[in-house]
């Protein structure tokens, strides 16, 4: 076992702040009682949330980089089981309540008293101690003969947790019956098609599954998967690690690779977006989380409901009325690869209602007024995955994988805008106007 998840005498807390005062003050204060790591960044947090297992976490909401209310919301997504009690320099009552029905244990307000956080801390571990205990969890927890070492997060289906057996580490997903027990039995045939899809699968772009099990009677069904050790796509784009344009050219074409492939076995993904892109260390994408696909005559379809991540959805997915192809996760590739090129995405709104509109209706910001180092092509690229009409699209992510391709081999060879072969390929493209 790595040594910082060795199990702790003491509680772990995580304790983050952008002030040096309040973080030695956290730490002082705490540490007689406590096991207190500090960070003074949200993207410094989550390295250290990737490493070991905390029994409570404290942060500010205001911190530079990424916010302490963005940083709060990932972690329910990551982490829900650990407690969260928010700090605030600048209180609103608003806030408080917001926070609380979001899954806040306690909203505190500076200057902190430190009798009452730490009341606080021991009523979080003992509300909490049934549901999740991590020494209990390291010590004694196994599941179908893996080691649980720790909560990878919480998807479409159910919780991933990370487990190892014999010196192998593996993402196995539980399909969890509490989290939403009215559509249990929805979820559990989406459950078991991403299973029915997976075992079919091999390629080197998408998470590989080794393990299937259901028991109507006894135990929750579960996944056993590839473990990928890499960041989420999300998290490049979020912390704004840096990559090369080639590199990034070089993630999208896998993206496409991959869809490819699952759109060839009859199969949409209908929920591409940078938290279901794993990057490896070395650059390698792989795709995951097929939770909420549709397959060609699988009789599972959309009802009311409207599934996928908004924000990277087709204009079309929002109409149980249209018939939705592979061109949906096309226009989603193609919102992934403006966000990655220029930090933003390409369709914005406050509420739902304000993004559904501008997804069906307003055109984006010309990727080059954003980022003028882009070259025309990859605009004109862009332009083709994003227009709002889908027979105006790419027909496949090959298509897609050819036009990257044809325009890097022309720069390569030094060929100039104008060149005849560039402007044949550009006519091919039939664009509309998308841009602003």
């Known amino acids: 076992m790595p040594e910082d998840m060795k199990i702790q005498e003491k509680p772990s807390i995580l304790a983050i702040d952008d002030e040096e005062p309040i973080r030695t003050l956290l730490y002082r204060g705490l540490s007689d009682k406590y096991r207190v790591e500090v960070a003074a960044s949200a993207v410094e947090a989550a390295e ?6 905390f029994n ?40 408080a309540i917001n926070y609380v ?19 606080l801390i021991d009523r979080a571990l003992a509300e909490h101690k049934v549901r999740f205990n991590p020494e209990d969890t390291l010590k004694r927890s196994e599941f179908k003969g893996f080691k649980i070492l720790k909560s990878l997060g919480v998807g479409n289906s159910g919780t991933v947790l990370l487990g190892e057996k014999e010196g192998s580490f593996y993402a196995i997903k539980i399909l969890r019956k509490d989290i939403d027990p009215e559509n249990y039995e929805l979820r559990l045939k989406r459950f078991m098609q991403e299973y029915e899809i997976l075992k079919q699968i091999n390629h080197p772009n998408i998470v590989k599954i080794f393990e299937f099990n259901h028991d109507d009677k006894a135990d929750m069904p579960y996944l056993v998967m590839e473990f990928i050790s890499g960041k989420q796509l999300s998290s490049y784009i979020k912390q704004k690690i840096e990559l090369s344009f080639e590199n990034k050219l070089y993630i999208i074409n896998q993206i496409a ?3 490819d492939y699952v759109h060839q076995c009859g199969i949409l993904h209908r929920d591409v977006k940078p938290e279901n892109i794993l990057i490896t260390d070395n650059l390698t994408v792989k795709l995951s989380d097929f939770g909420i696909c549709k397959v060609s005559n699988s009789g599972i379809t959309m009802t009311t409901d409207v599934l996928g991540s908004p924000a990277y959805m ?42 559904l509109e501008s997804i069906r209706e307003k055109k984006p910001e010309a990727p080059r007024k954003l980022n003028p180092q882009l070259p025309a092509w990859l605009q004109d690229v862009m332009a083709k995955m994003l227009d ?49």
Do not use: H
């Open 48 to 53: 250290k949330i990737n490493k070991m297992v």
């Open 56 to 95: 409570v976490i404290i942060c500010d909401i205001y911190m530079p980089e990424i916010s302490g209310r963005e940083f709060f919301i990932e972690c329910r997504k990551a982490i829900p089981e650990v407690p969260f009690i928010v700090l605030t320099g600048q209180p609103k009552f608003a806030d």
């Open 101 to 119: 029905k979001e899954g806040a244990f306690y909203y505190v307000t500076k200057p902190i008293d430190l009798q009452l956080l730490r009341s």
């Open 257 to 259: 690779y991959a869809l």
């Open 314 to 355: 087709s204009p079309e997915s929002f109409d149980s009325a249209k018939t939705i192809d592979q061109r949906a996760d096309i226009f989603s590739l193609g919102v992934i690869c403006y966000e990655l090129f220029t930090g933003v995405r390409p369709f914005q709104g406050e509420t739902f209602y304000q993004l």
């Open 388 to 436: 709002k009409s889908p027979e105006k699209r790419f027909n496949s992510a090959a298509e897609v994988m050819k036009a990257i391709n044809f325009y890097m081999k022309e720069a390569a060879s030094g060929a100039t805008a104008g060149s005849i072969t560039t402007k044949i390929l550009k006519s091919m493209l039939f664009m509309s106007n998308v841009w602003k």
